[in-house]
Nanobody, 124 residues
Framework: QVQLVESGGGLVQTGGSLRLSCAAS????????MGWFRQTPRKEREFAAA????????DYSDSVKGRFTISRDNAKNTLYLQMNSLKPEDTAVYYC?????????????????WGQGTQVTVSS
């Protein structure tokens, strides 16, 4: 079983930056693709970014491309999301997820393990 714990969320002004972390335990995730999703009360969970097992391939939603960077440190079993130039519309609960396959996916149902989420609030 895999446990995922996100951290790094908080309140930031428009244009600011945050770095989210997702620490994994229970299993080494070096062979798992991982992703970040986000959700607001008014929307379904939406894809933000994904990374393959080695970090050599990434994918981003159009809404975050050029502002967010996903990365991973397999030695530390940790996933990151660097978020720059934040906008109020980035406000959401951010979830990390792990997929029992090395290859990335932008669809939440492809992921097998989920963290509890961390709140990101961007003030205008």
């Amino acid at each position: 079983q895999v446990q995922l714990v996100e951290s790094g969320g908080g309140l930031v002004q428009t244009g600011g930056s945050l770095r989210l972390s997702c620490a994994a335990s229970g299993r080494t995730l070096s062979s798992y693709a991982m992703g970040w999703f986000r959700q607001t009360p008014r929307k379904e969970r939406e894809f933000a970014a994904a990374i393959n097992w080695s970090g050599s391939n990434t994918d981003y939603s159009d809404s975050v491309k050029g502002r967010f960077t996903i990365s991973r440190d397999n030695a530390k079993n940790t996933l990151y999301l660097q978020m720059n130039s934040l906008k109020p519309e980035d406000t959401a609960v951010y979830y990390c997820a792990a997929k029992s396959s090395p290859y990335i996916a932008a669809v939440s149902r492809r992921y097998d393990y989920w963290g509890q989420g961390t709140q990101v609030t961007v003030s205008s």
